[in-house]
């Protein structure tokens, strides 16, 4: 096929459309796309190409591939994809109605604003955290029910896992020779990440063969960055995941996620990065994921910066993704630290937790929503009546073993970590002191106080809204005062205290916290 399509059948398209709506018709063009904008639609023409990555070529091949554009959306977007419609008569004069053999399809969408793009609301900081929070629930969810991928399958394995970091290192280094002939040294962050590539492939691959047994390796979205996301209907809507290969879309799915942190962090904001990690994390508990997640934001970025590059690609002054994979890749400064928090319910641990997460990137673990977790729960949910015994000795047990497990996962992928807990025992406070010793990493109690009348004004205000995950209440605090194991003096060295009557400046709380040994 040639490299440039004919675009016959386009313009005539985009004529017709013309001719239908009384209004000029927007044609843009992809690397595999046209699409024709109206004021109120949006058509997508694929072009007919043959590419290693795809097949284009017949129109039988973009038929199918239309429509399994349309399934795999719908599950991300049903109100912006609307249907298939096949395309007759001529590439010179093509009509949408009527009989005869279609001579190719088009996919027709619903149009909206770029300035709706998650991109432009991320540039222009139009965008809210809880827009953020609500989006990764949501994907967590699709995560949650998608379809899995079986244990021998050859998706998500770690051979095909290197190729295809590998694969897009081999193009970056065509193109930068496209763009520098001769002799050149060439662009020597690429050698450099492609080591880093080699070597975190050698020590992941246990990992790699255990979240596909596990069935971590599932049906996902497979193209998270900014512009494939918008603002629609009142939420942040996925759109345009990848329907011509299913090796790109059957991931793992924190791959699936690494799209998204890696693009906000390559964009300036990963404060929003962080946040949206906690909530995917919230929902889905995947904590043993972290292992592999910053290689797939490596891959990520690899990925963009190719996508980025080639000539007659989009203008538009962007991050520099290579610079951004090398930022990943080689952190300036070690990160891993543990954070515990400790005080009465109502004391502003969870608040304080949740603001630190985007000051300081920290992987937050919260023991409200893992003693639920347990129990198959959702976070919001109410144990009363349910017959469960969440909160006796053997379930607290089971869930401080299981903080101390999600823990280790973080610290070991080298994430600074906070345990939002009441921390009321030193046992559970000595537990968590130990494991920070065994990993050789910072430890720090966060103590947060509070008089007796502002802790039963907010459990009180909590528990009447139920819109958190904590089931205290007035008697759980009255208990917990009576019965809690105050601070000893060889806990003081690694406390961190602060008053939460009054507003926290959480910049200066999380540089008290970095500056700890």
């Known amino acids: 096929m040639p490299s440039d399509p004919d675009p016959t059948l386009v313009d005539a398209l985009r004529r017709l459309l013309e ?50 554009e349309l399934r795999i959306n719908r599950r991300f977007a049903p109100m912006l994809y609307l249907d ?5 008569g001529t590439p010179a004069a093509p009509t949408l109605d009527g009989g005869g053999t279609p001579i190719d399809h088009l996919v027709r969408m619903r149009r909206f604003p770029e300035a709706a793009l998650l991109r432009e609301l991320v540039t222009t900081r139009h965008v809210r955290p809880e827009w953020l929070d609500t989006l990764a629930a949501r994907l967590a969810a699709l995560h949650a029910q998608a379809p899995r991928a079986a244990p021998d399958s050859p998706f998500g394995g770690p051979e095909r896992t290197l190729r295809a970091a590998t694969d897009v290192l081999d193009r970056l280094e065509q193109l930068e020779h496209q763009r520098h002939p001769g002799p050149v040294t060439g662009d020597g962050r690429l050698a450099t990440l492609r080591a880093w590539v ?12 255990a979240r596909r ?24 809507t996925p759109f345009d995941a990848i329907e011509f290969d299913p090796a790109l879309r059957w991931i793992d799915i924190v791959a699936d996620l690494a799209f998204l942190t890696m693009d906000l962090k390559a964009h300036g904001r990963a404060d929003l990065a962080a946040r949206v990690l906690d909530a995917w994390l919230q929902s889905s508990g995947d904590y043993a994921g972290l292992g592999v997640l910053g290689f797939h934001e490596v891959q990520r970025a690899l990925v963009r910066a190719m996508a980025t590059a080639p000539p007659g690609a989009d203008a538009r002054p962007g991050p520099d993704y290579l610079d951004c994979a090398t930022r990943l890749a080689h952190p300036a400064a070690r990160r891993a630290r543990l954070l515990i928090t400790h005080g009465f319910s109502g004391s502003g641990k969870s608040s304080l937790a949740l603001q630190l997460v985007g000051v300081t990137g920290a992987v937050r673990i919260r023991s409200d929503v893992e003693r639920k977790r347990l129990f198959g729960l959702d976070a919001l949910a109410r144990s009363a009546g349910s017959g469960l015994d969440l909160y006796g000795a053997d379930a607290t047990r089971r869930t401080f073993e299981r903080l101390a497990r999600h ?14 807990a009441a921390f009321l025992r030193r046992a559970e406070r000595r537990d968590f002191a130990a494991l920070a010793a065994r990993l050789g990493v910072p430890f720090a109690i966060l103590d ?10 907010r459990v009180d205000a909590r528990d009447r809204t139920r819109g958190d995950a904590s089931e205290a209440d007035v008697a759980v605090l009255a208990r917990q005062i009576a019965h809690a194991e105050p601070l000893g003096a060889d806990e003081l060295d690694a406390t961190i205290d602060i008053a939460t009557d009054a507003a926290v400046d959480v910049a200066a709380l999380a540089a008290r916290w970095s500056a700890r040994p």
Request: with cysteine.
């Open 19 to 68: 001719r239908r709506t009384g209004q000029p018709v927007e044609r843009v063009e992809t690397h595999i796309s046209w699409v024709l904008l109206t004021a109120t639609e949006a058509y997508k023409l694929k072009k007919p190409l043959r590419l290693p990555f795809l097949d284009f070529g017949s129109v039988e091949a973009r038929r199918r591939c239309c429509e399994e």
């Open 84 to 88: 298939v419609v096949p395309v007759r």
């Open 198 to 209: 080699r070597a975190q492939a050698t020590a992941l691959r246990p990992v790699w063969l």
């Open 213 to 236: 047994v596990e069935g971590a390796i599932r049906a996902c979205h497979g193209d998270l960055h900014l512009a494939n996301i918008v603002w629609l209907d009142g939420m942040l």
């Open 407 to 420: 823990a280790h996962a973080a610290l070991r992928a080298g994430l600074p970590v906070i345990v939002d």
């Open 448 to 457: 947060c106080r509070a008089s007796r009348a502002t802790l039963e004004h």
